[in-house]
């Protein structure tokens, strides 16, 4: 489920739509979470889809760790890629924002930890990266690491209206982590290699 102050709007011809900030969202805020309204498709299940079925799911869906495609049901199938990503998931099935959103800004994710298949060539926004490879994962994880883990330190003093959609065992977690009890589980526990 997406933050729910947030809307989908026409961003460009060139992007199509994106998921907007209505209200200021802080830096530390869980931005989604997969909730139990998510479909979840095994590889097989992937493959006994028709053509038309199975573009829309590589268009709309992700992967997981485990190799299934993760087709969510509201709005946040709308959420834009970025090589400079406002919010990354983590290895708690939520993503963060790991800087301030503003009213009227684009949420975006970094696709390159979404298990893509094939490799793409995204917008320029002027950064080195131009392509999305199905390794990113492998190669950017410690800089992402490094923006979940300052975000974190924000996430129990802002409001956070989908916590409730958050596990209490992840909630453990979450506590756990806050009194340095427990290191943040990497994103690197995300890359889905294929051998699953």
């Excluded at 590889?43 to 590589?58: A, I, R």
């Excluded at 975000?151 to 209490?168: E, T």
Aim: negative net charge; contains cysteine; proline residues 5%.
């Amino acid at each position: 489920m997406m933050h729910p102050d947030t809307k989908i709007e026409f961003i460009s011809d060139e992007i199509g739509y994106g998921v907007v900030a209505e209200k200021f969202i802080p830096k530390g805020t869980i931005t989604w979470v997969q909730d139990e309204l998510d479909q979840i498709f095994s590889p097989q299940q992937y493959e006994n889809l028709n053509t038309v079925s199975k573009q829309m799911m590589d268009k709309y869906s992700f992967r997981n760790s485990k190799g299934n495609f993760i087709l969510c049901w509201d709005l946040s199938k709308y959420v834009n890629h970025s090589f400079n990503a406002n919010c990354l998931s983590t290895a708690y099935d939520f993503e963060i924002a790991v800087r301030d959103i503003f009213p009227g800004e684009q949420l975006t994710d970094d696709y390159g930890y979404l298990n893509v298949t094939e490799p793409f060539e995204a917008k320029d926004e002027g950064t080195d990266r131009k392509i999305v490879y199905p390794d990113d994962l492998l190669k950017y994880h410690p800089e992402w690491d490094e923006k979940i883990e300052m975000a974190f330190a924000s996430l129990k003093s802002v409001q956070q209206p989908l916590l409730p959609l958050v596990s209490m065992a992840v909630q453990e977690k979450i506590e756990h982590i806050q009194k340095g009890k427990q290191k943040i589980d990497s994103i690197l526990t995300l890359f889905y290699s294929g051998d699953s």
